[in-house]
């Protein structure tokens, strides 16, 4: 049975910071952040806005075209946790008004999180083929003031709907897979900010790579040179170079640039999105100029501590009748630019705390977090 990425639709910020303008008021090169991490600017989140808004934005464009009765399961990745216990997929499945009978759990690895939620949403549909699962990736990459990845922050989500016989994607069995306990980037639980060993990440994430890719091609009778295009986990757009580059040293095959270029175009805008960045990449990949009608591509799922998977999808017939550009390059586009100062201002004013607060309204998304109330996080549907 062929399943897999039947739709998705995407949210992102209501604002967005440039990165010239951190790169002119820190006194860094921006050469450093366009070409030296391959990125021009960052989503930012509004006070009114968090991991379950944006979630919930995307899940909502992709169910007014589809059958919410046929979902049966609601995945929430994130490592942006607003709760210890209630999942955020929770509040989503409230806001959307979707039939109770639906399973509702969220799942959590740092930004491969999203990944062993479509493979556990392609074995449900295996078993039960006329359901449909809901697959949430959302995150809010907060980084501390003036460390290493201040520049690689970002936010977005991607919902997807996972199905038999899919419009856009079939998800191909067997994929490699790898664990290494490595402490590169982790966030304790009285910290709203990671604590990043920043080189060991970058070597972290290129032993995944090449872990990954071997446990994949001794599984299955697969070559570099059968897939199309690749898509690699983008905290910021140049670590897919040094992940093609490495791959293909590895494979001792040339690796062009331009089968990983397309998929850069949204993660570049958007900044690290942590476990939605990979999806960015494929609705990049899909929404490129390209008839990838047939084609096979690669992805590459990586979440820092660290947990990878190396996959392939098969685009289907007719795909391009399915996307929907339009829906992401107007949440890119009509994002709110704010100078460096007022990005600041909203970092430090941040509230990590469950006391009782009210939030401005900012955002004119569909949906809107507006504060605490007796510890309760309270959320508003327009
Ligand atoms: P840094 O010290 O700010 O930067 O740290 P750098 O000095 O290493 O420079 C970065 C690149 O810019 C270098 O290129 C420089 O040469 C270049 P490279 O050698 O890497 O090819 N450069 C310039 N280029 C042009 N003109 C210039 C110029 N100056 C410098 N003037 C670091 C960089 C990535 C460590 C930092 O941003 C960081 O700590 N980021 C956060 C951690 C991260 O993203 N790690 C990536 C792998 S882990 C991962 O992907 C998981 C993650 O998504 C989390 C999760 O799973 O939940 C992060």
Redesign the pocket.
């Known amino acids: 049975m062929n399943i897999g990425i039947h739709d998705f639709d995407v949210a992102t910020t209501h604002y967005v910071l440039k990165l010239d303008s951190m790169a002119e008021a820190l006194g860094?090169?921006?050469?450093?952040?366009?070409?030296?991490?391959g990125q021009d600017e960052f989503s930012v989140p509004a006070p009114d806005e968090d991991v379950v808004t944006m979630g919930a934005h995307a899940a909502k464009r992709l169910l007014d075209r589809n059958d919410p009765s046929k979902i049966r399961m609601v995945l929430f990745a994130t490592?942006t946790g607003i709760d210890q216990s209630k999942a955020a997929g929770v509040f989503v499945h409230g806001l959307l008004g979707l039939p109770t009978a639906v399973r509702t759990v969220e799942f959590k690895q740092?930004?491969?999180s999203g990944t062993a939620a479509l493979q556990t949403a392609v074995n449900h549909v295996a078993r039960y083929p006329e359901d449909q699962v809901l697959v949430i990736t959302s995150?809010v990459?907060r980084?501390a003031v003036d460390?290493?990845?201040?520049?690689?922050q970002g936010a977005g989500a991607v919902a997807m709907l996972v199905a038999a016989d899919p419009n856009l994607v079939v998800i191909e069995p067997q994929s490699g897979v790898f664990t290494a306990d490595v402490n590169?980037?982790w966030r304790p639980n009285d910290s709203s900010t990671?604590f990043?060993?920043?080189?060991l990440?970058?070597d972290?994430?290129l032993d995944a790579t090449i872990g990954a890719w071997d446990d994949l091609a001794a599984r299955r009778d697969l070559n570099v040179s059968d897939i199309h295009r690749f898509m690699h986990?983008?905290?910021?757009t140049?670590?897919a170079?040094?992940a093609h580059t490495k791959l293909a040293e590895h494979v001792g095959v040339e690796l062009g640039s331009e089968l990983i270029e397309e998929s850069m175009t949204y993660n570049r805008r958007i900044g690290?999105s942590?476990?939605a960045?990979l999806y960015f990449g494929l609705a990049a990949q899909l929404h490129g100029n390209e008839d990838l009608a047939g084609k096979r591509l690669g992805l590459f799922s990586?979440?820092?501590?660290?947990v990878a998977e190396f996959f392939t999808v098969v685009v289907q017939p007719g795909y391009t009748e399915h996307l929907h550009p339009e829906n992401v390059a107007e949440s890119l586009d009509s994002r709110e630019e704010i100078t460096f100062e007022q990005y600041r201002d909203l970092h430090n004013a941040y509230v990590g705390e469950s006391e009782n607060y009210e939030t401005a309204t900012v955002t004119d998304a569909p949906f809107r977090f507006t504060g605490v109330t007796d510890r309760v996080r309270q959320y508003e549907a327009r």
């Open positions: 860094v090169d921006p050469a450093k952040y366009q070409l030296g991490l490592e740092a930004c491969y995150d990459a980084y460390s290493g990845g201040e520049p690689t590169d980037f990671p990043v060993e920043g080189k990440s970058l972290a994430y986990h983008q905290p910021f140049k670590m170079r040094k690290n942590y476990t960045s990586y979440g820092s501590g660290s």
